[in-house]
């Protein structure tokens, strides 16, 4: 049981390029969701999904595309990359919005740098 | 949401019961408690959550005052691995879970 994987761990951009953060879990969450955490601040919550094909916005959604084609995959696109979008992202998953009984999963998370 | 206040930071000496506060004044009747951890530059952690009565698992207690205005996550025996920031978080179903700047718990040797 894998539980929620984030690729890659690693990424530097450059200012403008863009690229797909990928999120899956094996745990047939419905919910899935992706935050990025800044130095010393809390997570941010981006954008989220309450099932295949349901997505919408969270608190700083600007700058970041996502779709949910299954219930496993939940990734997240950032169109021109921007130095202001150098962050930790994580993604998290969970049988129900509010956590249900077990909580949020989150993975590992990806640390990206624009340049 | 609610708002939850937070200690910046506390202190807890390794094997005594760490004690972690939270103000949420505002919060409504159908409103949960949240508690989640993050240790180092790890994901978060789930540690508990509660409405209006106190929950224990094999991780902490929670402890919720009656008028439901503030509440205490409770590590009985607190190790060196639970160094770690914690966050309090209020919210309902449909809204969305936002993470504070939380508490910084230092246990100490």
């Known amino acids: 049981n894998a539980g929620v994987t984030q690729t890659p761990k690693f990424q530097v951009l450059k200012t403008g390029q863009s690229m797909t953060l990928q999120c899956a879990q094996d745990m047939n969450h419905e919910y899935m969701s992706w935050y990025r955490q800044d130095p010393g601040m809390g997570l941010r919550l981006i954008h989220y999904?309450?099932?295949?094909?349901?997505?919408d916005q969270g608190e700083v959604p600007n700058g970041y595309n996502v779709s949910r084609s299954t219930t496993e995959d939940f990734p997240l696109r950032l169109l021109s990359a921007a130095p202001s979008q150098t962050s930790v992202y994580f993604c998290?998953?969970?049988?129900?919005?509010?956590?249900?009984?077990?909580?949020?999963?989150f993975g590992s998370g990806t640390r990206l740098t624009v340049v | 949401d609610a708002k939850t206040t937070q200690p910046t930071s506390m202190d807890c000496a390794e094997g005594r019961a760490a004690n972690l506060p939270c103000n949420h004044s505002?919060?409504?009747?159908?409103?949960?408690v949240y508690w989640y951890r993050q240790i180092h530059s790890q994901g978060p952690q789930y540690i508990i959550h509660?409405?209006?009565n106190n929950e224990t698992n094999e991780m902490a207690s929670l402890i919720i005052t009656e008028d439901r205005k503030s509440s205490t996550l409770i590590l009985p025996h607190a190790t060196l691995r639970d160094t770690a920031v914690y966050y309090c978080?209020?919210?309902?179903?449909?809204?969305?879970?936002?993470f504070g700047a939380g508490t910084r718990l230092t246990v100490k040797p």
């Open positions: 505002t919060i409504s009747g159908n409103e949960y």
């Open positions: 999904s309450v099932g295949a094909g349901i997505t």
């Open positions: 978080i209020v919210f309902r179903n449909n809204n969305d879970m936002r």
């Open positions: 998290a998953s969970s049988y129900h919005r509010t956590g249900g009984d077990y909580g949020y999963t």
């Open positions: 509660g409405l209006k």
